[in-house]
């Protein structure tokens, strides 16, 4: 019971201090008054702000895989660290790989040790063609002199014909050879290709943030071993209400402030992704960020969105005294400095917006000196 009479009992004296009847403003207290300066508050154009949440991600990532299957190796890097291009992540055992490259090879030469008797096999059938051909003219003459028989004459014809059709036979066996030559050279250049896919390298220079890959488990192609974010590119992805995207445009300021970053980043909207959320009716806007040293996938953010400009009191933010929930400041009231109460809103910079507990004309101190009280007598100064 004691409590509960306490607690109101001392927001009644903190109150009745900072609260001004017309007796006290009549008996103003006596001393050397405190020489202050004091700032007219008055209305100013104060933007319109809306502030959307959202997360960072990286604008350029990869999940790296295998092309190939095959076990792994060796692991070359581990999450977290800085990659630069080309250098190599995984090594996959190629055993089976070179048995094939291998195999292809022995084929190819296999093939080639066939060349010489094909090529003698063409000349062999060239010469029987030529023989033939000089002795079907022999006996065409003869036969045009009636000198031989139609007997003779047909049989020197059939053998021209079967040493046609052999010399034929003979090139079309040494065009075979080259084909097969060409089909194993694309083995073995294929099984070369397929012996590259067992190095892994980076694609571009970034940052390891997830590795899946263990030495003598299965690379499967298309299943991720590493994602790697480009170092240094960065977008919030925020949520934004379906009702305000109107007035958002591609290439528009904002104002983007990020957890762990001890600094507002400026920042532009460089994309609007056209589709709805059906559950939170929000779009995806990306927002580009500068280069911070500080910015990782992942982070929380906010994005503060200028919709317009509206017309409201403020005053500079240090002239505002805060004790705990309570935001008070100090005026200059007909010689006295009086403590005011006041609520305020937005912040913009060094500027606070304030909400009530001052009106357009009144005279607040700024800067404070260390030593005024309230009920103190001040002598402005400009």
Request: hydrophobic share 45%; glycine share 6%.
């Amino acid at each position: 019971m004691t409590k509960q009479v306490f607690i109101p009992a001392a927001c009644a004296i903190f109150l009745a201090g900072c609260t001004t009847t017309p007796n006290e403003k009549a008996a103003a207290p006596a001393g050397n008054p405190v020489a202050v300066s004091t700032i007219a508050v008055a209305t100013e154009a104060w933007p319109t702000l809306y502030e959307a949440t959202g997360t960072v991600r990286a604008r350029s990532s990869a999940a790296i895989s295998a092309r190939m299957m095959g076990y792994i190796r060796e692991v070359k890097a581990q999450a977290g660290d800085h990659v630069a291009e080309g250098q190599l992540l995984v090594i996959l055992d190629t055993r089976d790989v070179d048995i094939g490259s291998r195999r292809a090879e022995a084929v190819r030469e296999e093939i080639r040790t066939a060349v010489p008797e094909a090529d003698s096999g063409v000349a062999a059938a060239r010469a029987n063609l030529e023989l033939a051909q000089v002795t079907f003219r022999r006996m065409q003459d003869l036969f045009q002199k009636k000198s031989i028989s139609n007997q003779e004459f047909d049989e020197s014809s059939a053998r021209l014909k079967a040493a046609q059709a052999a010399y034929e036979m003979a090139q079309a066996r040494r065009v075979q050879l080259n084909s097969k030559i060409a089909e194993a050279d694309q083995e073995v250049r294929s099984s070369e290709v397929t012996r590259t896919y067992a190095d892994i390298r980076a694609p571009f220079a970034g940052v390891v943030i997830a590795r899946t890959a263990e030495p003598g488990s299965l690379a499967v192609p298309g299943a991720p071993l590493f994602t790697i974010e480009r170092e240094g590119a960065y977008r919030l992805e925020a949520s934004v209400e379906e009702s305000k995207l109107g007035a958002i445009k591609i290439g528009q300021p904002v104002s983007v402030t990020l957890d762990g970053v001890d600094r507002e980043i400026q920042a532009r909207v460089s994309e609007i992704v056209p589709a709805v959320d059906a559950a939170s009716r929000a779009y995806i806007v990306k927002i580009d960020l500068p280069g911070v040293p500080s910015v990782r996938s992942g982070v929380f953010g906010r994005a503060g969105f200028q919709l317009g400009t509206r017309t409201t009191l403020a005053i500079p933010a240090a002239a505002v005294t805060s004790r705990g929930q309570l935001q008070s400041v100090m005026v200059a009231d007909n010689g006295v400095a009086r403590t005011r109460l006041i609520t305020t809103g937005t912040q913009m910079k060094d500027r606070a917006e304030v909400l009530s507990g001052l009106t357009d004309g009144d005279r607040v101190i700024f800067p404070i000196p260390p030593a005024l009280a309230d009920g103190a007598r001040v002598e402005v100064r400009q």
